[in-house]
């Protein structure tokens, strides 16, 4: 039935607004639309006590906890309305994905990676899921929303970077046949044009300003994840953790543990994944003159004679460095070992920093002994989510010496406990 606002806003105040917090916040708005006194109740506080209960009640994570584990300093100025609202109106933006301009679905993109960037960190073994996590996978649902064409550059890489975040890489959440996406994906990680000094040969974009190629990162995770589930059971307690929980801070084996001085919880047993093609077959796949199959044709992949070689490598990795700098998050410098499921060891080194974006990159350097002690490998990889996230490191692998027609092709690290079991 309807209910008068002069009635309602005739008892105490505590009531009336413990009666909106459990309303949804599309109808607090319609309530504000009714007389002079509702709007001044919802709108004109002199504090934000009503949106900050709706904002928790909705419900939503308590967004003061920063990636330390800490309160945040601007904890006191959080604008719970306008927080509020905006998730509001991108969960009805992504529903009706299909139907709405580029412009403003790319602001609803935005609102999604946002929310998932600032989930609470794991500062427990409690482990209990994030509420603002789970509200994100109630909005994308069947994943509908990616399967909208996009139009801008922008939709391009923000639709990209939310399936890295969310897992979907399999045909039923994209849409598409697997051996279609995995065609698609391997054409990208395997085209060496798209390894140069313009992005540091790694998943960035090749304008020399270190920004993030997401749809790069999106290719690297299809092609090693759909490779893992073409091994069946070869590996299998040793799977890298893949969907939007993975991406919280520190939610990495052994983060509770760690020296607080690590932010990025480099210290310890971690795998890594590395796949790569026969170079015959990379040489010809980028600069074939055969008149039946030309460079960089997608059928290359689909013979059934080519074979894809997937290859698991065990680390161990300390830190050695930590820079003297004020930053919150100072560059860590670090070495390690590696080993192959063949035995074959090599010397790691490496660092990992803070990028403005507020993606953390990381850089390695392979050394073997039989390679007269020189650098053989380098990679470029930068982490799935948060600092310390349990999904880890995805990038790429190239030559160290970065000549033209070297290999390259795509990695992914990721931490585990010490304890894990070893196929070396």
Known sequence: MDINPFNLLQIPVEITELALVLAHPKDVARFAQTCRAAR?????????????????????????????????????????KSELQRRV?????????????PLVRTAALQTLVSVIMNAPPVITDDRSQSKSLSWIME????????????????????TARL??????????KVG????????????????????????????????????VNWKHVEAIITVVYLNLVHLGGMWQDTRPPLGVE???????????HRDPRDWAGVEGCWRRYVCFMDYRDLFAFNFSTTTDVGPYDPSFFEDV??????RLIELRLRVTNYTNTPSTYPKIEFTGLSRGANGQEAKVRGSVSM???????????????????????????IQIGCVGSAAGIVGTWTGAQHEDGEPAGPFWLWKVNDDHPTHV
């Not at 990616?146 to 890489?157: A, D, L, W």
């Not at 004679?305 to 997937?310: I, K, M, R, S």
Request: with cysteine; hydrophobic share 35%.
């Open 305 to 310: 004679d080519f074979n894809e070689a997937v």
């Open 246 to 256: 993975a991406t919280r801070a520190y939610s990495a084996p052994g983060s509770l």
């Open 163 to 172: 399936r890295c975040y969310l897992g979907f890489f399999d045909e039923d």
């Open 89 to 101: 109106s991108a969960a009805d933006i992504i529903r009706k994905c299909g139907d709405t301009d």
């Open 176 to 211: 598409r046949p697997s051996a279609e996406l995995r065609t698609v994906a391997r054409c990208f990680v395997y085209d060496l044009r798209n390894y140069s000094s313009s992005n540091r040969w790694g998943p960035y974009i090749r304008d020399n300003s270190r920004r």
């Open 40 to 80: 001044a109740l919802v709108y004109d506080s002199r504090d934000q006590h009503l949106w900050r209960r709706m904002f928790l009640a909705h419900p939503f994570d308590d967004p003061r906890m920063n990636s330390l584990g800490s309160v945040s300093p601007d904890a006191l100025s959080y604008d719970w």
């Open 355 to 381: 990028g403005d974006d507020g993606v953390v990159r990381w850089r390695f350097r392979w050394k073997s002994s039989i390679y007269d002690g020189h650098s053989q490998w380098s990679s470029e990889g």
């Open 139 to 158: 909005v994308i649902d069947d994943g509908a929303l990616f399967r909208v064409e996009n139009h801008t550059e922008e939709e391009v890489q923000l």
